[in-house]
């Protein structure tokens, strides 16, 4: 049974356009969603998060955007670069059970020039 | 600060075999995991520890057992290998901030059993 998904293993994106990774979760209970960032041969990095009393968050290059009612969240990189090149996983907590992580598939990012 | 350090980077067991995988960490974290990444599963939890001398089942603990030996070290033992058990490992630790559950995580470990 998988809570987090992310349904796009794969993603192609020019230098400079926008990616968008989307992910999806079922269970309604999570309420604080991160993105995170990780290389070959390499652990995951955290990359952005956001509380479900938001429906936005912001660093930098990217974004992501929270739809609570759709249960669904996308992470917006603009402008793309080579080196975002990565796999992306989606994360989602429920923050009053433990603080135990739950990891989607990933999707794998390549930025071509 | 070398933040989560894990050993080995690479391990190749035989069947039956046991070995205990190590992790460390010097933020001063009280919470420490461990993780599996396989091919198309992204990360599940195997164990975790909330504080020294505590640890608790996570998604997939069978086959593993874990010690908190101190606040700074979280090890993984295999008692009898599995070719299921080949995957990548990894350790993570937590700052333990409200709002905040940002986990950070080691290099990994793959472990192929053959």
């Known amino acids: 049974d998988q809570q987090v998904k992310q349904n796009s293993p794969s993603l192609s994106v020019q230098e400079g356009r926008i990616s968008i990774l989307n992910c999806d979760y079922t269970?309604?209970?999570?309420?604080?969603f991160l993105w995170y960032k990780k290389y070959p041969a390499e652990g995951p990095t955290f990359l952005i998060s956001?509380?479900?009393?938001?429906d936005k968050n912001e660093d930098g290059r990217f974004t992501v955007f929270l739809n609570k009612s759709a249960k669904h969240l996308s992470l917006h990189i603009v402008p793309s670069q080579p080196g975002d090149s990565a796999v992306y996983f989606c994360?989602?907590?429920?923050?009053?059970?433990?603080?135990?992580?739950?990891f989607g598939t990933g999707t794998q990012l390549k930025v071509e020039l | 600060n070398a933040g989560v350090t894990q050993t080995p980077k690479f391990q190749v067991l035989k069947t039956g075999q046991s070995m205990t995988l190590q992790c460390a960490q010097d933020?001063?974290?009280?919470?420490m995991y461990w993780y599996r990444q396989d091919p198309g599963m992204g990360l599940r939890l195997i164990y975790y520890?909330?504080?020294?001398?505590?640890?608790d089942k996570g998604e997939v603990p069978n086959g593993y057992n874990v010690s908190r030996l101190n606040k700074r070290e979280f090890s993984l033992r295999l008692e009898s290998a599995a070719p299921s058990q080949t995957s990548v490992y990894f350790c993570?630790?937590?700052?333990?901030?409200?709002?905040?559950?940002?986990?950070?995580f080691g290099p990994g470990t793959r472990l192929t059993v053959l």
């Open positions: 993570a630790s937590r700052v333990d901030r409200l709002f905040t559950d940002t986990q950070y």
């Open positions: 269970n309604s209970m999570f309420d604080y």
């Open positions: 956001i509380s479900s009393i938001k």
């Open positions: 994360a989602a907590i429920f923050t009053g059970g433990g603080n135990k992580l739950t």
């Open positions: 933020m001063n974290h009280n919470s």
């Open positions: 520890s909330a504080s020294e001398g505590t640890t």
